[in-house]
């Protein structure tokens, strides 16, 4: 099995980034329509770009969108683990 290997982006040296400009990036790339960075927090965003970048890697059909239920949200991450798995993503590092 093919060992992917996720890479970190380099941001602009000395740019803030702001909520709205992600938020613009990710309605671009997602063709979506967030309006508030807390309407990502469900995790069907994250697991739209997961089949962005590794199309057929999760189901999308089941992804729960526009829900505001916590078990809505554990089924989305749920659903992105198991697509982090099927890639061969073991490990995700975290900023300090």
């Known amino acids: 099995m093919a060992m992917n290997v996720a890479v970190n982006v380099d941001l602009k040296a000395g740019h803030s980034y702001y909520c709205f400009e992600l ?37 999308l059909s089941r992804i729960r969108f526009q829900s505001n239920q916590t078990v809505d949200y554990i089924h989305n991450y749920s659903l992105l683990h198991s697509a982090f798995r099927k890639v061969g993503v073991v490990q995700v590092s975290t900023f300090i």
Not at 31 to 48: D, I, L, P, R, S
């Open 23 to 59: 938020l613009a990036w990710l309605n671009e790339t997602l063709q979506t329509g967030f309006t508030k960075v807390e309407q990502v927090c469900t995790g069907a965003a994250y697991c739209q770009l997961m089949d962005c970048l590794f199309p057929g890697s999760l189901d």
